[in-house]
């Protein structure tokens, strides 16, 4: 059983609009999202993250929403350039500290989103 | 600053080898996790170690084992090995008590045969 969903397995997007990634979870008990950029033959790299207490957080160009009712977070970027071109990966965890940095992550499959010129 | 280091990039083994592999973390950092991407899918938790002991651990079976050295350094062991332990194991690093996010390595492509 998938606890963290992210449904589009691929994203088109022209160079300049608005993306939009989306991410659904089923465990209660995540208080803590985080996202993760990642290129070919590289590791993940961590983008942008969001606390429970919260229901947006903004970095630049990087924007997360967060819908607790819903168990629904989303990841904005506006505007698309080229070079975001990669697979996105919402991530969860929920235990003793807030951060992600004591916890294991529960991934998603990703979305690869491509961004068009 | 170096980041997070792992080794070898590359790895080739048969079914029924044991494999290890190395993983530094960045600097500054306490905590190290591992995980495994098979093909098309996102990272999946193995365990984590603090402190020179595992402190949680993932749905995989006990053939997956670790170590972490005083400077932090970590190992993943893996015996009996399965065609279906192909794939890319990634290292993570953090400092446990702070709101900071994990770090990840490049990465060991792991191919079994």
């Known amino acids: 059983d998938q606890q963290v969903k992210q449904n589009s397995p691929s994203l088109s997007v022209q160079e300049g609009r608005i993306s939009i990634l989306n991410c659904d979870y089923t465990?209660?008990?995540?208080?803590?999202f985080l996202w993760y950029k990642k290129y070919p033959a590289e590791g993940p790299t961590f983008l942008i993250s969001?606390?429970?207490?919260?229901d947006k957080n903004e970095d630049g160009r990087f924007t997360v929403f967060l819908n607790k009712s819903a168990k629904h977070l989303s990841l904005h970027i506006v505007p698309s350039q080229p070079g975001d071109s990669a697979v996105y990966f919402c991530?969860?965890?929920?235990?003793?500290?807030?951060?992600?940095?004591?916890?294991?992550?529960?991934f998603g499959k990703g979305t690869h989103l491509i961004i068009q010129p | 600053d170096a980041g997070v280091t792992q080794s070898p990039t590359h790895l080739i083994k048969t079914r029924g080898q044991q494999v290890t592999l190395r993983c530094s973390p960045k600097?500054?950092?306490?905590?190290v996790s591992w995980y495994q991407q098979a093909l098309g899918q996102g990272p999946q938790f193995i365990f984590q170690?603090?402190?020179?002991?595992?402190?949680q651990r993932g749905n995989f079976p006990d053939r997956f084992s670790g170590h972490q050295f005083p400077n932090y350094s970590s190992e993943l062991n893996v015996n009996a090995l399965l065609l279906g332990d192909s794939a890319l194991y990634l290292c993570?690093?953090?400092?446990?008590?702070?709101?900071?996010?994990?770090?990840f390595g490049d990465g060991t492509r792991l191919s079994i045969l």
């Open positions: 993570a690093s953090s400092l446990r008590f702070s709101n900071q996010p994990q770090h």
């Open positions: 465990n209660s008990m995540f208080d803590y």
């Open positions: 969001i606390s429970s207490i919260k």
């Open positions: 991530a969860a965890s929920g235990g003793l500290y807030s951060g992600g940095g004591a916890d294991g992550l529960t």
């Open positions: 600097s500054g950092h306490d905590t």
């Open positions: 170690y603090y402190e020179e002991e595992e402190r």
